[in-house]
Nanobody, 115 residues
Framework: QVQLVESGGGLVQPGGSLRLSCAAS????????MGWYRQAPGKQREFVAI???????NYADSVKGRFTISGDNAKNTVYLQMNSLKPDDTAVYYC?????????WGQGTQVTVSS
């Protein structure tokens, strides 16, 4: 099994930036995908961004050009740099891991964008 621990959430003003981190531990397969999803109050969980162990990335249209996902395979950690944040970005952000037989979620970290 793989355990995920997120950090870096908080309160930020519109137009501001935050950087989320997700550290994975346990049995990490060399070929895997890690990513970020988010869930706003009263809404379904939605895709934000993913990165493969080979470095390929994909983003939701709503965050393209503002968010950047990156990874450090040596540290089994992925990051989500969020710039130009909007109130609509307010949500609990969840880290996700898929590799081999494992599919894991983190506990989530709250991001609130408000003046």
């Amino acid at each position: 099994q793989v355990q995920l621990v997120e950090s870096g959430g908080g309160l930020v003003q519109p137009g501001g930036s935050l950087r989320l981190s997700c550290a994975a531990s346990g049995t990490i397969f060399s070929s895997h995908i890690m990513g970020w999803y988010r869930q706003a109050p009263g809404k379904q969980r939605e895709f934000v961004a993913i990165i493969s162990s080979g470095g390929s990335t994909n983003y939701a249209d709503s965050v393209k050009g503002r968010f950047t996902i990156s990874g450090d395979n040596a540290k089994n950690t992925v990051y989500l740099q969020m710039n130009s944040l909007k109130p609509d970005d307010t949500a609990v952000y969840y880290c996700n891991y898929v590799g081999g037989p494992s599919h894991s979620w983190g506990q989530g970290t709250q991001v609130t964008v408000s003046s």
